[in-house]
């Protein structure tokens, strides 16, 4: 359901595809919420479905027609009434394997376990720098697919940015931990 609402959001930012859906979820919103290509059509057809969203065919040379998806009045509506009813709970799921992995650490042995933060450390230095991808192909997906609308405003400038900012400094916290836990493992 959620999803839905991320969407709305950047439909009402710009008329897209569902395929510059995909990608800027891919490549962006990624940090904050996963979604596959195939979740996201069957959420525009459900939108579309109940109103909150308009779909029309262009024409493409040599390449199949595209779907472009618009949002409709009930849609922004819907979607600012979910963006004004702060819910009772914001319900993060925890699944981190990583983090259950070392939870039984001490049955993997010292040397496996150095393996995984090795890893872990590696993975987290490839998210830095799609990280730092993302931030600029965010602002060219979104910027590029505006059409009919006004470009970004400063407080969306900003929203964008703030997101980016956790997102880095969260990988930066990690990263650094990891880094610790390793030298202190490999000082045992």
């Not at 390449?63 to 409709?72: A, E, F, Q």
């Not at 040397?111 to 490839?126: A, P």
């Not at 400038?157 to 900012?165: A, D, I, K, M, V």
Request: glycine content about 4%; some cysteine; aromatic content about 10%.
């Amino acid at each position: 359901m959620i999803l839905q609402y991320a969407i709305l959001g950047f439909l009402l930012r710009s008329s897209l595809t569902g395929y510059q859906l995909g990608k800027i979820f891919s490549k962006s919103l990624n940090l904050v919420w996963v979604a596959s290509l195939s979740q996201i059509y069957r959420e525009l057809r459900a939108l579309e479905k109940h109103g909150l969203v308009i779909s029309r065919q262009e024409k493409q040379i040599d390449r199949p027609d595209k779907v472009v998806y618009t949002i409709t009045e009930a849609g922004e509506t819907a979607f600012r009434d979910w963006l004004k009813n702060y819910p009772e709970e914001l319900f993060t799921e925890k699944r981190d394997e990583f983090m259950l992995r070392v939870f039984f650490g001490s049955s993997m042995g010292k040397d496996e376990l150095i393996n995984h933060y090795k890893h872990f450390i590696e993975e987290r230095l490839e998210m830095k720098k799609a990280l730092e991808a993302a931030r600029e192909e965010t602002d060219l997906l979104v910027k590029k697919s505006k059409s009919d609308k006004d470009q970004m405003t400063n407080l969306d400038n900003l929203s964008t940015e703030f997101l980016y900012r956790r997102a880095s400094m969260s990988i930066e916290t990690t990263l650094h931990w990891a880094e610790q836990c390793l030298v202190e493992l490999e000082q045992l």
